[in-house]
């Protein structure tokens, strides 16, 4: 899979970057049968204006499809997760496993 990690408004880590593929990892599981060059996601990730809270959006393409999601939470960790667990729900209902 293809990924892009880019943030609106902070300083992207190495550290951020190995969070966000190691939490989408989870994605690709359910992609396993789509060809790798037709797999590209990108993942935005920013501080929201209220104290602590963080915004990440992602945008799925995966064979034509586009799967997107953005989800704000205290912590990136948590709305990386939350972010993912959509992206998911959204694949299951699509292929109504």
């Known amino acids: 899979m293809k990924y892009q990690i ?28 789509i060809d790798e060059g037709s797999k590209h996601v990108r993942i935005v990730m920013s501080s929201a204006a209220e104290e602590g809270k963080f915004i990440v959006k992602i945008l799925l393409n995966a064979n034509g499809k586009e799967y997107f999601t953005d989800e704000t939470e205290y912590g990136l960790d948590l709305a990386m997760s939350k972010a993912v667990d959509e992206i998911i729900k959204m694949i299951k209902k699509d292929k109504k496993y």
């Open 6 to 33: 880019t943030s609106d408004n902070i300083q992207i880590s190495q550290s951020m970057k190995e969070l966000a593929t190691q939490k989408f990892e989870k994605v690709d599981k359910f992609l396993s049968y």
